[in-house]
């Protein structure tokens, strides 16, 4: 689904991806299309291998397309200088990873700093951030524990505050229950839903069909391209190319 100029805060047009070069070369992202408003949650579901992941990294800037251009928050990156680009990564986006990413050696506080601290800001206001960001997410308790001393689910959380850190326009997570079980999943999940509720735009790859089934819009994936695309609240399918045009 196409939107509004004015409202996006992701525009993706022929995004490619490929591995390997000559006859090893492999296509992970072939010719996606995607627009994401402001204020809007997408899932990107699919099987594995199919370059969601490749997908979600190449939005965030962390990786490189092969072919296609990408606007995130007004800025142009397929282009962009490496030490801009860093730049625009730390302050428009906020990722969160299957297998958390945390420091082992700061606590959960100290995490939660870092973002903020790296962006330019001052101690006193990534402690605050940080404080406001783990009661936001049910740790106040947790401040002082490092990773080591925190389950898996709380793990999460904490991880979650992070990519909150400096008020990105867009959350990108990868499988971001893949890790936890059944509870602290559902706890997970309900921080997705309250974010959303929130207005934070977010873009997420899952397995989990129950947070698939919370976001706006639904996005099947096979081959490296989108296949088609569901509107979870409406309950209706849509092939994406008789929709909106995204495989070319």
């Keep these: 689904m196409m939107t509004e100029l004015g409202s996006c805060v992701l525009r993706a047009r022929g995004l490619c991806m490929d591995y390997g070069r000559g006859e090893a070369r492999v296509r992970a992202v072939d010719e996606v299309t995607l627009e994401v408003a402001c204020g809007e949650s997408v899932a990107i579901v699919g099987p594995s291998g199919c370059g969601k992941s490749s997908l979600?990294?190449?939005?965030?800037?962390l990786e490189r397309p092969t072919a296609g251009t990408l606007w995130l928050a007004g800025e142009q990156l397929d282009h962009m200088p490496e030490a801009r680009l860093a730049r625009v990564r730390r302050h428009a986006t906020g990722f969160v990873f299957q297998a958390f990413h945390l420091?082992?050696?700061?606590?959960?506080?100290?995490?939660?700093?870092?973002p903020v601290l790296l962006a330019g800001g001052s101690p006193s206001a990534a402690s605050r951030r940080a404080h406001e960001l783990l009661?936001?997410?049910?740790?106040?308790d947790r401040a002082r524990h490092l990773p080591s001393e925190l389950s898996g689910g709380?793990?999460?959380?904490?991880?979650?505050?992070?990519?909150?850190?400096?008020?990105?326009a867009v959350v990108l997570a990868d499988e971001p229950?893949?890790?936890?079980?059944?509870?602290a999943a559902a706890d997970v999940m309900r921080l997705?839903?309250?974010?959303?509720?929130?207005?934070?735009?977010l873009v997420i790859v899952t397995h989990d069909r129950q947070i698939a089934a919370t976001a706006d819009r639904l996005a099947s994936?096979?081959?490296?391209?989108?296949?088609?695309?569901?509107?979870?609240?409406?309950?209706?399918?849509?092939?994406?190319?008789a929709m909106t045009g995204l495989r070319r």
């Design 56 to 61: 979600l990294y190449l939005l965030g800037g």
């Design 103 to 114: 420091v082992d050696e700061l606590t959960a506080l100290e995490n939660i700093e870092l």
């Design 135 to 140: 009661e936001q997410v049910g740790l106040s």
């Design 154 to 168: 709380q793990r999460q959380r904490v991880a979650i505050a992070r990519a909150l850190a400096n008020k990105p």
């Design 177 to 183: 229950t893949g890790n936890l079980d059944s509870a």
């Design 192 to 201: 997705f839903d309250q974010l959303h509720v929130d207005g934070q735009t």
């Design 221 to 241: 994936m096979r081959d490296g391209a989108f296949v088609e695309e569901t509107r979870p609240a409406e309950g209706a399918a849509r092939t994406l190319s």
